[in-house]
């Protein structure tokens, strides 16, 4: 069986300060991990994904995220955030046509 | 570039009616989902499709059906709408054909559907 855990509803931080994003997964196989982003109302837009090659992705918009094994972790982070990066985010587990999801974590970005 | 568009962004209808999401994709995908977004609960998958006319049940399909008659559209049916049917439906796609994009799916900007 698969799951995903977000293990934050909700972060803030101050535009500028680094984000961190929290996703721990379950799984009996190697999975493709995502972030996925969603802009009010909008759909979801990737962000990243890892599908077995290197640990450490990069993403879009200056995101990246680190896949470590023993930990079952795949946490989001950015260095520095901007007041765009307010969104709702996904960390998602999937394999041919089977996707979980997270419970998604609202970040906010204060002035 | 990629598109995936639902027929609707916000859509009330009343209880007991029949109601008709619609999605296509231009990526020449092979495999289609529909979700339910609600708050809390993230993303649940009601039904998908790897080919026409096939289907597969998701997590909570009950209470829906689907239709794949073409290979770009994916059909999600409410036979009877219900209040506990209110929610964000977002639509996605994907393909295993190409490695590099392999997993990847692209989802639609959801319908928004009220039921009263």
């Known amino acids: 069986a698969q799951s995903v855990t977000q293990l934050d509803s909700h972060v803030s931080v101050s535009e500028g300060t680094p984000v961190l994003l929290r996703c721990n997964y379950s799984?009996?196989?190697?999975?493709?991990l995502f972030w996925y982003v969603q802009h009010p109302n909008k759909g979801l837009q990737l962000l990243l994904k890892?599908?077995?090659?290197?640990?450490l992705v990069k993403g879009i918009n200056g995101f990246e995220a680190e896949f470590k094994k023993s930990e079952t972790s795949f946490h989001l982070t950015k260095p520095s955030a901007h007041m765009s990066d307010a969104a709702e985010y996904f960390c998602g587990i999937g394999r041919t046509y089977k996707y979980i999801f997270g419970t998604g974590t609202r970040l906010k970005v204060l002035a | 570039d990629v598109k995936v568009t639902q027929s609707s962004r916000y859509l009330v209808k009343r209880t007991g009616e029949k109601v008709f999401l619609e999605c296509v994709q231009d990526?020449?995908?092979?495999?289609m989902f529909w979700y339910r977004q609600d708050p809390g609960l993230g993303l649940r998958l009601i039904y998908f499709s790897y080919d026409v006319k096939m289907k597969e049940k998701g997590d909570i399909p009950e209470g829906y059906s689907v239709s794949r008659e073409k290979k770009e559209r994916f059909s999600l049916i409410l036979e009877s709408a219900s209040t506990n049917q209110t929610s964000m439906y977002l639509c996605?796609?994907?393909?295993?054909?190409?490695?590099?994009?392999?997993?990847?799916?692209?989802f639609g900007p959801g319908t928004r559907l009220t039921v009263t």
């Open positions: 990526m020449d995908h092979e495999n």
């Open positions: 996605a796609s994907s393909s295993l054909l190409r490695a590099s994009l392999r997993y990847e799916q692209y």
């Open positions: 799984s009996s196989y190697s999975p493709s």
């Open positions: 890892y599908t077995s090659a290197a640990t």
